[in-house]
């Protein structure tokens, strides 16, 4: 394509020059009738097509930066909340261990109480079967005495061969005798 040109341009020296413009240099009426519709088209580029461009570029603009201006907007937002969450989800672990806290001291107090008033029927229980057990002893006792007392009447209208009439008389011998009776102490095992 250079060796064209270059051809061209050294025929050009050899050809006679009309009106002293060359084959390479286009006639002053052509860049004249070329800078006219250039000029027009450069205006109405300027004018129409050039602020429509910027207008939508600066939108453009507008929207990217409103863009990043909600994503920064969305990601703090996202970020306070993580925030209210982790510390709604610390206030709940705190508050769960203040429940098992209590929970478990309740249960101390409720095992206490329990065991409180396990101890108080126990104790009601040994109370009542002791007062069951001295009843019974009285009771035993006031029986043996008066067998004893029958007993020994017998046995002393047996040995003095006649028989004791007198109520008041067996009265008062049956009660020495358990009277004696009582202040006999039983024989202990390692005294015999």
Known sequence: ??????????EGEHLPLEGGNSILLPKAY???????????????????????FQEVLSEREDRIKGG???AEAAQAEAKAALEKYNAQLAEARTEAAEIREQAHEKGKQIEAEYRANAE?????????GEKQLAASRERV??????????????????????????????????DSFLTDLDSVRPASPAGK
Do not use: C, H
């Open 30 to 52: 052509d860049i004249v009738w070329s800078l006219i519709p250039f000029a027009v088209i450069l205006f109405l580029f300027w004018k129409f097509i050039l602020p429509k």
């Open 120 to 128: 108080a029927e126990s104790k009601r229980i040994v109370e009542s």
């Open 141 to 174: 006792v006031s029986e043996l005495r008066t067998d004893l007392g029958q007993n020994s009447i017998s046995l002393a209208e047996k040995l003095l061969g006649t028989e004791l009439s007198d109520s008041t008389k067996r009265s008062g011998t049956i």
């Open 1 to 10: 394509m250079t060796n064209v040109i270059y051809l061209l341009a050294a």
């Open 68 to 70: 990043i201006q909600r």
